[in-house]
T-cell receptor, first 113, second 114 residues
Framework: SQTIHQWPATLVQPVGSPLSLECTVE??????LYWYRQAAGRGLQLLFY??????ISSEVPQNLSASRPQDRQFILSSKKLLLSDSGFYLC????????????FGQGTRLTVV | AQSVTQLDSQVPVFEEAPVELRCNYS??????LFWYVQYPNQGLQLLLK??????LVKGINGFEAEFNKSQTSFHLRKPSVHISDTAEYFC????????????FGTGTRLKVLA
C-alpha cells in the first residue's frame, strides 16, 4: 500500500534562517505531488505542485521554493524565513489521472520566531 | 481559473441534529469535486467524491453530498451528527483536463454540541 511521510512534525525557526521540509511517498510511482500551507481562517493554500521530476508549478509568489529531485521526493525550502511563513504545511500526493483523490501527510507545524 | 467557496467558516449544531455544509465552485470547464475532513493537527482524509453519474454521493461516516451543476454547488449533509464529527471540513475541486491543480476552499469548522 502507499504511504506518505512528512517531517519534521514541528519546527521552530528564527527569522532569517533557512528551511527544508521533506516529503516522500512509498508504494507508487510517478505521483503528482503538492505542498499546501494552512493558516488560521485561510484554508488550504496551494503553494506548489509537481507532475514529474524537476517539474514544479508555483501558485503563489512568495518566499518559498520547491524541488523534486527524485520521483517520490518533494522538498519545500526557503533561504531566509519570514514571520509570515509560520503555518501548518501539508504535503499530498495523487495518482496520475484526473479526478483522483489526494492523500495527505500528517503536516509540519512551522513557527518562525 | 477555478475557485472554491465555503460560505460558512463555523457551524455549531447540537448532537443528533442534521447539518449542511455549503460549497460552491467556479470553473470554466468540467470539474471533479471532493469533501475532506481534518481532525486537529492532522492531515486530511477523504469523505466522498463526485466524478460523474448520480448527483447524490454517499461517503464515510454517514455523510452525503449532492452535486448541482446549475447552481455550481456541492453541499455536504449528515442527517444526525455526533460529537465525534467535530472537525474541519474542506471542499476541493480538480479540473477534468489540462492541469493537475487541486484547489481547496477555506474550510468550515463544525462544532457539535452536547
Amino acid at each position: 500500500s502507499q504511504t506518505i511521510h512528512q517531517w519534521p512534525a514541528t519546527l521552530v525557526q528564527p527569522v532569517g534562517s533557512p528551511l527544508s521540509l521533506e516529503c516522500t511517498v512509498e508504494g507508487t510511482s510517478n505521483p503528482n505531488l503538492y505542498w499546501y500551507r494552512q493558516a488560521a481562517g485561510r484554508g488550504l493554500q496551494l503553494l506548489f505542485y509537481s507532475v514529474g521530476i524537476g517539474q514544479i508549478s508555483s501558485e503563489v509568489p512568495q518566499n518559498l521554493s520547491a524541488s523534486r529531485p527524485q520521483d517520490r521526493q518533494f522538498i519545500l525550502s526557503s533561504k531566509k524565513l519570514l514571520l509570515s511563513d509560520s503555518g501548518f504545511y501539508l504535503c499530498a500526493w495523487r495518482p496520475q489521472g484526473f479526478g483522483t483523490e489526494a492523500f495527505f501527510g500528517q503536516g509540519t507545524r512551522l513557527t518562525v520566531v | 481559473a477555478q475557485s472554491v467557496t465555503q460560505l460558512d467558516s463555523q457551524v455549531p449544531v447540537f448532537e443528533e441534529a442534521p447539518v449542511e455544509l455549503r460549497c460552491n465552485y467556479s470553473s470554466s470547464v468540467s470539474v471533479y469535486l471532493f469533501w475532506y475532513v481534518q481532525y486537529p493537527n492532522q492531515g486530511l482524509q477523504l469523505l466522498l467524491k463526485y466524478l460523474s453519474g448520480s448527483t447524490l454521493v454517499k461517503g464515510i461516516n454517514g455523510f452525503e453530498a449532492e452535486f448541482n451543476k446549475s447552481q455550481t454547488s456541492f453541499h455536504l449533509r449528515k442527517p444526525s451528527v455526533h460529537i465525534s464529527d467535530t472537525a474541519e471540513y474542506f471542499c476541493a475541486v480538480s479540473m477534468d483536463s489540462g492541469t493537475y491543480k487541486y484547489i481547496f476552499g477555506t474550510g468550515t469548522r463544525l462544532k457539535v454540541l452536547a
